[in-house]
């Protein structure tokens, strides 16, 4: 299993900002490859789908970027996710 966080800032006013090209990128990989719905968890949201057999979480922390590391470190932690 592999979590891909795109970075981004929540909120209207930043949607199509070049510094939330994480967000945009996560948005076309879960698009293009017919991921599950977003939901609501680890203090942003995440979708989930496969990759080449391989599962894949798709996060978006939902709080501003240099904040992003809590939620990245939830949702590492619940998966048992390692650095590498």
Known sequence: ?????????????YAHNRHNIGFM??????????????RRRFQGVTSEGTLDHEKIVLLRPETFMNESGRSVQE??????????
Do not use: T, Y
């Not at 990128?25 to 977003?38: N, Q």
């Open 75 to 84: 949702a590492a932690n619940f998966f048992k996710l390692g650095a590498s």
């Open 25 to 38: 990128a996560v948005d076309e990989i879960a698009r293009r490859h017919g991921f599950a719905p977003w």
């Open 1 to 13: 299993m592999r979590l891909f966080v795109g970075l981004g800032n929540p909120g209207a006013k």
